[in-house]
């Protein structure tokens, strides 16, 4: 069952920041990576989500736009079942270069720290049971005389 207004696959490509709700309630800006048709996440102590998706593997996702200027308004959101995977390191440096760019010497210490292998990093798979991508577009009225 999904809705697709737009090109998702580039949609989600761009380096955009996402909200991962979990069923604690809890509600999360995240990075992603949008690969082989699915959402991936790091995941950890930090961040509570291995014990949130133990908890209740329901998750839901919402990445979107909105250009007051141009009007330009995109939406992706999808629900799904969220699954704790191994950490996969180049995965993981894929996903932090769509942020950071691709010279690690540039990146903050914290973010470097990822790419070494670490007991408590994992991935979070989140596979889609309902994607809807919506153009909300509108004219835009702000500037107008």
Request: charge should be negative; hydrophobic fraction near 40%.
């Amino acid at each position: 069952m999904s809705r697709r207004d737009f090109d998702v696959d580039e949609f989600l490509a761009k380096p955009l920041t996402a909200r991962l709700a979990t069923a604690r309630p809890a509600v999360r800006p995240v990075w992603y990576l949008w690969e082989a048709g699915c959402f991936w996440i790091l995941a950890g102590p930090w961040n509570n989500l291995p014990a949130d998706v133990a908890a209740d593997p329901n998750v839901a996702i919402v990445i979107d736009t909105c250009d007051l200027a141009t009007g330009e308004c995109l939406q992706v959101t999808a629900r799904g079942h969220g699954e704790l995977t191994a950490y996969d390191r180049e995965r993981a440096r894929r996903k932090l270069e769509r942020y950071l760019g691709p010279d690690v010497a540039l990146w903050d210490e914290r973010f470097r720290l990822y790419l070494s292998e670490s007991p408590d990093a994992q991935l979070l798979r989140i596979t889609p049971s309902v994607l809807n991508a919506r153009d909300l577009s509108f004219t835009p009225s702000l500037g107008r005389t």
